[in-house]
């Protein structure tokens, strides 16, 4: 869908927060959009609200990663009121599951997701507390609207994960990849949600493809993605970070069991094996067969 920049503010020492209109989606806690920022550049931001798309209007803030690919930069340094710019989705990979109780720990621009969160956890008269961690407090975006007893705000150091959980409370996170790691270590069934790679260190071994749509079967070397044999077959597969973080280019699959080496399933999904990340999952046996 084609939408427009209503609205440009900066929320945060190198965060913008932009709004966007355009035709009226609905969407949950958790939910991103896919922005085409120009051929080839495709980026996901977690939507921050407000409401479920009402009208229209869905807001997402960006961080400038200096060292980043170019969608940050592009966002920061191009885009403007008025300009119009190609959205996908939205699509939810980290959705809020029901609950009595939730822990919610963000580091830094990883508040954008558990913001919605919040709010639909407050809505639903559930139990929340939020641990919210940054650089500076000039870092972190929208410390105006977490003015609650139940926010803890902490500017620089490491964030004590363990402090004041309940053990019934379903405990989301996102931000960067060491608080991550080191909340799932303390709450091995956490929800999180990541921008970087998980490290994966497995072997790699050939497998072919069927895609029973096209009609097509694929051989899949070591070494090689499936994605890109795929792509080199001629099929065409919405993608975007090519590293198993954004979700984009999930496909279903209809036999075989995906090997999963993707940052976005959880272990329900990855133990059902219905769909994987292509860019990098690959196939525990010799074959695979993909609803492509």
């Known amino acids: 869908m084609l939408c427009e920049i209503s609205s440009r503010r900066t929320v945060a020492e190198d965060v913008v927060e932009l709004e966007l209109s355009g035709p009226p989606v609905s969407w949950t806690p958790g939910s991103h959009i896919d922005l085409h920022l120009a051929p ?3 980026r996901q931001y977690s939507l921050v ?3 479920d798309g009402e009208g229209g209007r869905l807001q997402i803030a960006v961080l400038r990663e200096p060292a980043g690919r170019g969608g940050s930069a ?15 989705g939205p699509r939810n990979h980290f959705p809020l599951v029901p609950a009595r109780r939730y822990h919610f720990v963000a580091g830094g621009i990883g508040i954008t997701p558990i913001l919605p969160m919040i709010a639909a956890a407050h809505a639903a008269g559930a139990d929340w507390r939020l641990l919210y961690g940054g650089r500076s407090r000039s870092s972190m975006a929208y410390l105006d609207r977490l003015d609650d007893p139940r926010v803890t705000v902490q500017a620089g150091g490491l964030l004590e994960l363990r402090a004041g959980v309940d053990p019934e409370a379903e405990v989301y996170g996102c931000g960067p990849a060491p608080m991550l790691d080191a909340l799932v270590a303390a709450f091995p069934r956490a929800h999180v949600e990541r921008f970087t790679p998980v490290e994966v260190d497995l072997p790699e071994r050939p497998f ?3 895609l029973q749509r096209t009609g097509i079967t694929v051989q899949v070397p070591a070494g090689r ?5 795929v792509e080199a077959a001629g099929v065409e597969v919405l993608q975007s970070c090519r590293e198993g973080t954004c979700g984009t280019c999930e496909a279903a699959v209809l036999e075989g069991e995906p090997e ?3 940052s976005v399933l959880d272990e329900v999904d990855r133990e059902a094996g219905g769909v994987m990340m292509i860019c990098v999952s690959r196939a525990r046996g010799d074959r695979l067969v993909l609803d492509l």
């Open 40 to 42: 080839g550049l495709v």
């Open 225 to 229: 993605s499936l994605l890109a044999a």
């Open 49 to 51: 609200g407000p409401g």
């Open 74 to 88: 592009f966002v920061h340094d191009r885009l403007r009121v008025g300009d119009r710019v190609e959205v996908g």
């Open 260 to 262: 999963h080496r993707d």
């Open 208 to 210: 072919e493809a069927v």
